[in-house]
Every structure is written in C-alpha cells, then in structure tokens.
C-alpha cells in the first residue's frame, strides 16, 4: 500500500524563498564553454571532433562509449578551441572539448523540427532519447535511453515523475513545474507509449501547492496519470524513499526500481524527453538555481551546458557578502567549490553561496550515543555502529551492518548534536567497498 511518505528523515531550513517565486532568465554564455566527456555514469563518451574543427548547435561533440554511456552534444557554435582536461565541480580533471562560441547559435539540419510522437515505435523513441544524451537529472547522470530499457518492459507498472525535490534551497523542478507544465506531462506520455501497463504518477511534496493544482488541473483527463501529493520531508525525493512512498514496495542498493516495476525520473529528464523526441532538441540545456544568503539576486536561469559557473554568479549579480562557503547542488548533498571557473554539466543543479559555513563553525565531538541518526536514516541502518568501523577502515564489517544501504544523504550528519562527519565517512567507505568489488 501506497505509503505517501517513508520512515526516518529530517526537516532541514529549505531556503526555497529564495528564488522560488521568481520566474526563470534565459541566460546565453558570453566565453569559452567547456564540455566534458564524463558526465554520466557509465564508459566516457568518445570525442568525435576535432582542434580547429567548426560546430554546430546540436552537433554531437562526443558520442556514447558503450552502452551504458551518454553522448554531449553542443550547445553552441563556434570553433573547437581545445580539446583537453578541465576541472570539474568536484575538484578532478576531465578530459573536455572547449568550444569558442561565435555567438550566432547556427542550428544543425533539423533542429528544432516537430514531430507526430503518436506515430513513433518504441526503438525511434529510446533511439532519439539516446541520441540527444539525456541523462538522470536529478544528480546521478546514469543514461536515461538505459534507463528506459528494462529487461521486460511488461513488467513495468509504475512510471514515476520525481517531482520532490527535497533539497533545500534548490527551486529549478518547481519553476518548470508551473512553466513548463505542457513539456513535463508530453514527456511522460511519452514514456508511457514504451510500457503498455504501466500508470504515470507525478509525485510532489505537499509544500507546492501551486504545482500540485496546475498539475492536476491539466491530467485530470488523462486515464494513465495522476498527481501524488507527498509529505513534506528530506530525502522524499531519493529514489529508493520516493518508490516507497508511491508505491510502497521497497528496493535495495543490490535493486534497480525495474526489479520493482518502477521507472523514475526526475523533472528536468521528463522535460528533456519531450524536447528530444516530440521537437528534435538534445540535451544542451538546464534549468540552475542561483540561490543563497550571499547572492544579491537568487534565481533560476535557463543557461546552456558549458557556460561557466562564474557567468551564473555575475548574472545573479555577484555576491551581496562574501561566503564561507560555495557549493555545486543543495547543501545536504551539494559538493563545496574552490573555483567558480567549472562548467555546467547534465548533473549540475544549482550554485549556492553562503554567508556562514556552519559545519567549519563546529569542531566533531564525541559520540553521546544518542541514537538521533538512527531515528533519521532513511535506509534503515546504525550510522552509531558503522561510523567506528569506518574510522577502522574495518569495510566488512561496514558491510556487514548494511552500510552500502546509505544513500548519502546527509541525515544523520544534520541531526548529530556532536557534529560527526558521518556521511563523508560513510561515502569514503561505500567507494572503497565499490573500488574493491570492481578489482575482484
């Protein structure tokens, strides 16, 4: 039975205000745009292009390296200025293709054209949705063609638009949510002509109303899907909380939602979809929140992959105070930045700058024994007991206690009163565990 929430979780400051009821600006780079070829899970995308070679918008840069891979596509024309490693948001190179932008957004043959989607078969569909390089949106970045590819797809009865989003500060799924409204219920149509007996649920926590009426206002005569209000509560909109909250079945780190009869994708992927395949769009654009209490003006900007994330702070007119800190995404999963001078990829989400960096505020205590993270995880495991394991490096029996269960959401680091890096350490140790199980 459906459960409309999940147990355990926390209710972190959401910082939504922000930016929330601002409507989105478009915002076009002004420089050099910086495409990696890494930016999904699965093999690197393999450069197609060449130094001094001119692009296209909508012209394939890289393309999939295997199956599991994604293709980058440009998101400009211009001149391949370079092609070599880059920094990225979390504090790596990879190798990229840097193009110059000659500012006059020259299409590829086709872009844009409509299409009759009613008429399609399910391979043109996953064949279009493949080669615009849609990947999970939502933060993962595991390719979505894959992702619409189960073993049996007969078995899929649930399609699920995540539409939570959970995490604090981040408004980007909300906005598109009432501007978008048409492209987000087009695309999961669009999903839903790949499985015959699957129901379309679009799941929002209940602290949107405004999203919720629209919603429902514009599927109420659609007999495959629904509008599924959810409890307001961090992480809601984790993949394995929100299949639990629909549906009430339950998945593991060993599942994928398919084992469950679930496909789930995040708002921006849905939208994505519809671009892709009903008006022949790749993916060369997100939706980045600008937000924080140090940003002069926090909004959302449509702004094309590439664009540097310096371009996005100037556009939101710089900081109002200098931060203590800078993070890509939201704060409870969001990774901290050294350098704004990193591009926007398909995963990224939002640039957040606070005035305060809180944890750098509190030095990590002892454990009390309190038994708060155990109350607040959502994967149901003992953060108190795997936390001296990790600091061991004793793996198994960070195995053992279920460990590869977190979902590194930051829960049990929130509610901790002696401000305990739990969720770092226990992310080192599921790398570790997953580093080992590839060498055996």
Do not use: W
């Not at 440009?74 to 490693?85: C, L, R």
């Not at 602290?207 to 206002?217: D, G, Q, R, S």
């Not at 990790?390 to 002696?418: H, Q």
Request: charged share 25%; aromatic share 6%.
């Amino acid at each position: 039975m459906a459960r409309g929430t999940f147990r355990g979780g926390s209710h972190p400051y959401d910082g939504k205000e922000l930016s929330k009821d601002k409507p989105t600006t478009v915002l076009l780079p002004k420089g050099e745009l910086v495409y990696p070829v890494s930016q999904h899970i699965g093999a690197p995308a393999k450069i197609i292009v060449e130094k001094g070679e001119h692009v296209l918008v909508g012209q394939k840069l890289a393309e999939a390296g295997g199956f599991v891979s994604a293709c980058v596509v440009s998101s400009v024309s211009g001149t391949v200025k370079a092609i070599e490693p880059r920094l990225m948001v979390n504090g790596t190179m990879a190798e990229s293709v840097v193009v110059e932008n000659d500012g006059a957004y020259e299409t590829v043959p086709g872009f844009g054209e409509k299409r009759d989607v009613t008429k399609l078969s399910k391979e043109d569909i996953r064949n279009y949705v493949k080669e615009a390089g849609i990947v999970g949106m939502g933060g993962a970045g595991f390719p979505t063609h894959v992702k619409l590819t189960p073993k049996n797809e007969d078995e899929i009865d649930y399609v699920i638009v995540n539409a939570a989003e959970c995490e604090p500060y981040l408004t980007s799924d909300y906005r598109m949510m009432l501007e978008e409204t048409e492209h987000l219920i087009g695309g999961l149509k669009i999903i839903l002509q790949l499985f015959d007996h699957a129901q379309g649920v679009i799941a929002v926590e209940d602290n949107k109303p405004e999203a919720i009426a629209k919603l429902t206002a514009l599927t109420e005569k659609e007999e495959r899907i629904s509008v599924r209000p959810l409890k307001t509560k961090y992480p809601q909109g984790a993949e394995r909380m929100l299949i639990y909250a629909v549906t009430g079945r339950q998945i593991n780190s060993s599942m994928l939602p398919a084992d469950a009869g679930c496909i789930v994708n995040n708002v921006d992927s849905v939208i994505s979809i519809y671009l892709a395949v009903a008006e022949s769009t790749p993916l060369i654009r997100r939706i980045i929140t600008v937000t924080g209490d140090a940003v002069a003006d926090p909004r959302n900007f449509v702004v094309r992959t590439g664009t540097q994330y310096s371009e996005l702070l100037e556009a939101a007119g710089g900081f109002r105070e200098e931060p203590e800190k800078i993070i890509s995404g939201g704060p409870m999963m969001g990774q901290a930045l050294y350098s704004l001078e990193v591009p926007v990829t398909k995963t990224s989400s939002a640039l957040l700058a606070l005035k305060k960096d809180e944890v750098a505020a509190f030095a990590p205590g002892a454990c009390i024994h309190c038994g708060r993270c155990i109350a607040a995880c959502p994967g149901q495991v003992v953060p108190q007991k795997l936390y001296p394991a990790v600091m061991r490096s004793d793996y198994e029996t960070f195995e053992k206690l279920n460990g590869m269960e977190c979902c590194e959401c930051g829960s049990c680091t929130f509610v901790c009163p002696a401000k305990l890096p739990l969720t770092q350490a226990f992310k080192q140790a599921r790398k570790s565990v997953l580093d080992s199980r590839r060498k055996k």
